[in-house]
């Protein structure tokens, strides 16, 4: 509905002026007979009859895997100085910047040119710019594995399978948003409170 609502704006701006108007259900019943036999009958029998028949959507098709669009003009900015720091030892001009690049430094280490993040009690983390952070987010909500896991647990899948960057709960957080299996099937938390119903044989679920 979003993509026809989209299409509808686009039209209208052919239209100097234009009007909506809602129409009453006993003034619409041969509009609404029309589209019920067009819905019955099968394409061969409704010839004689003045139906157009629209095999193909009005709309784009929209992209089965969901995907985020990268905002960002230098995806690995975040990365740049940490990296810079730890191959040069060079720091920003700034003394706050400077003293935070310091810091955040020690907790990250250069492999084979690629920058990984020190973990506690586990293996390092895989640091990811923005482009291949959403990739991985694809990959592990509704790649072959995936399973459509909310906000939160992607997050956390993504984490234990080695991967880090700044955003992580944020960037899963609007991916699941715009996922529509995700938005169609999830469980809805807050559910109206009923009056509780006591069971009249408790007998066998006294052990």
């Not at 234009?18 to 029998?45: F, M, P």
């Not at 992607?154 to 938005?183: E, I, N």
Request: proline letters at 6%; charged letters at 25%; aromatic letters at 8%.
């Amino acid at each position: 509905m979003t993509r026809y609502l989209t299409k509808v704006r686009d039209t209208l701006q052919w239209f100097t002026e234009w009007t909506i108007k809602k129409i009453k259900r006993t003034e619409n019943g041969r509009v609404d007979a029309l589209a019920g036999i067009a819905a019955s009958l099968l394409i061969k029998e409704a010839i004689l009859l003045p139906i157009h028949v629209q095999t193909n959507p009005s709309v784009a098709e929209a992209s089965t895997c969901n995907t985020i669009e990268a905002n960002q003009a230098d995806d690995q900015e975040w990365m740049e100085d940490i990296i810079t720091y730890l191959r040069k030892g060079t720091l920003p001009e700034e003394p706050k910047q400077a003293h935070k690049i310091r810091v955040q430094a020690s907790h990250f280490t250069l492999i084979e040119g690629h920058l990984y993040k020190r973990s506690f009690s586990g293996p390092y983390l895989r640091c990811l710019n923005h482009s291949k952070a959403l990739y991985v987010l694809a990959e592990l909500h509704e790649g072959v594995c995936g399973n459509h896991s909310g906000d939160r647990s992607l997050a956390h899948r993504a984490h234990s399978q080695g991967y880090y960057w700044p955003t992580m709960k944020k960037d899963a957080t609007t991916y699941v948003k715009k996922c529509d299996k995700f938005q169609r099937h999830a469980p809805i938390p807050h559910v109206p409170s009923e009056r509780l119903k006591p069971i009249s044989g408790p007998w066998p679920f006294a052990q």
